[in-house]
């Protein structure tokens, strides 16, 4: 039976690297600055999963940038990520699919990451965080319930959350939640990921432990 977990975005990293490929022979170089750690793996779909990890003190705006190359170090493409009201201690987790940024993803060779923080003061948002839980509730082996409830006295104008997948602990993929204008709770049903096996056949992916993890839940002050 599959265990279902629910938590808040604070807690220790668990996965390492700084350079590594996976089975489509991608490498992956990392960037960053003291404050803020960036680590990755690669999920069960070969695309790459980040862990950034707020180490130092609380930061107001950072941005992971993405550039994704061929085997002749040509660019494909470019993505960014925006982290806002990033707290001491906190951990945030993303997913980067080429396929949501490339037309053709079959020629990546190289994926370079480079996280850094602006310090831009956002002075009309306030984090809501700590008072936003998650629950998941398992209705069948392929969907599960999400609820997301705002326990603040605010509504929450920017929500955004991942479905974290687990197996023996290691993170395998996630699902990305983006929510707005969320009063006092946020509920969706959602499948769990499908991957292609070796024959071609698509079969869902094989966890153990799900959770939901708020990267952040922002209030823009009156």
Known sequence: MKKILFALVVAFTFFTGCE???SNNVKVIIN??????LNY??????????EITNKDKAID?????????DNKNRLLGVEKKYIHKFSK???????ISYDEI????KDVKKVELTLTNTNYEYSNETSYIDQVKGNIVK????????KITNNSSKKIDLLDASIVF?????????????ADNVDSEFTDKIYVPLISNKDGKMKYIDYDDVEIIINYAIAYNE
């Open 20 to 22: 590594s490929k996976n």
């Open 61 to 69: 705006d950072a941005t992971i940038n993405i550039a994704i190359y």
């Open 89 to 95: 201690g906190q951990k945030n987790i993303y997913k």
């Open 102 to 105: 490339l037309s053709d993803s």
């Open 139 to 146: 209705s069948t082996d392929e969907e599960l319930n999400i």
């Open 41 to 50: 793996l690669f999920s069960a779909d070969d695309n790459i999963i980040l």
């Open 166 to 178: 687990y197996k023996n602990g290691k993170i395998i993929d996630l699902y990305s939640i983006l």
């Open 32 to 37: 960053q600055n003291n404050d803020l750690t």
